[in-house]
């Protein structure tokens, strides 16, 4: 039984994807890069409709952009592909993963959100989730189970603590790290986002980590005005800017890029966040993709 907790062993690949990670074992050794720049016109309107009717938590941009992400994951099935220890693994959930800061100074610490989404999931449902579970990480007393466990580790004498955090290493390698240990860690999550653009910073990339299992990480810059081509016209508008790192080797180039469009797509025509996650495209909206 090669299966994980959080994911089933693919036993039949083709021999590329089989030898590959022989050759390339570590995720480190396998990023690859790539920024896409999304028109945010249509959803800052959106935006502003959806909170016209003042609810009690405002929807935002960067609800949006985690909603489009994981419906991209969804509806992409290799997004959900990662390799542990030489081997392919399809996760069994889509899930994100981020930091939050509790307060916005030098001393101000981070907690971890991680959210589970479901495949009949909208928009409405993540800003709801993301809600719940901001209220609580905003509580400075508050401490998620990976930041608890961390800390556990941190109080004990370093002679004992090296040992141990060298046997949870070794047992995270082979996949045998128990479940309660790594179901907050963010880098067991298909994606992690980076919302730079909070603390006033442009986007940039973060690297992918040899522990864990995230294939995906996302960062978002500062939203501000971004140049264009329209009508062979360079114009200024609202945008933002995102910048990808993927392990390469669950994926071709044209996979990703057809993957990235489809995101591009979803925020730049956000009433297609109101469908379900796992609701299929029409030809109509791939044949849009196609000539992005």
């Known amino acids: 039984m090669r299966d994980r907790f959080d994911a089933t062993y693919i036993k039949k690949l083709d021999s590329m994807h089989y030898i590959m990670p022989f050759i390339y074992p570590d995720r480190c050794d396998n990023m690859a890069f790539f920024t896409f ?6 959803l800052n309107n ?24 994981l419906k991209t994951i969804t509806l992409r099935s290799k997004l959900s592909l990662f390799i542990h220890n030489c081997k392919m693994y399809r996760r069994n959930e889509v899930t994100a993963a981020f930091t939050v800061k509790q307060e916005f100074s030098d001393d101000g610490g981070e907690v971890l959100c991680f959210v589970h989404s479901k495949p009949e999931w909208t928009i409405d449902d993540v800003h709801n989730e993301l809600r719940r579970q901001l209220l ?6 508050y401490r998620d189970e990976s930041s608890g466990f961390m800390d556990k580790f941190n109080a004990l004498p370093k002679v004992v603590s090296s040992t141990a955090l060298k046997a949870v290493c070794w047992l995270e390698k082979k996949g045998m ?8 860690d963010p880098y067991h999550a298909s994606v992690v986002l980076a919302n730079l653009g909070s603390i006033g910073l442009p986007t940039g990339y973060h690297h992918l980590t040899n522990w864990g299992t995230t294939s995906i990480f996302v960062v978002v810059g500062e939203y501000g005005k971004l140049p264009f081509f329209e009508n062979e016209q360079l114009v200024f508008k609202d945008g933002v800017e995102l ?3 993927i392990d390469e080797r669950i994926a071709d180039g044209y996979y ?16 297609l966040l109101e469908r379900p996650l796992n609701e299929k495209l029409s030809d109509e909206l791939w044949a849009k993709i196609s000539k992005k």
């Open 46 to 69: 959106y935006i502003e409709k959806k909170n016209s009717t003042n609810p009690d938590y405002k929807y935002n941009q960067y609800q949006c952009i985690v909603t489009a992400m």
């Open 177 to 184: 790290v128990p479940k309660a240990l790594v179901e907050t």
């Open 136 to 141: 609580k990480l905003k509580n400075k007393e």
């Open 37 to 42: 720049k999304i028109d945010l016109t249509n």
């Open 243 to 245: 910048g990808f790192t």
């Open 256 to 271: 990703f890029s057809k993957s990235i469009k489809m995101m591009q797509l979803f925020l730049e025509e956000p009433e």
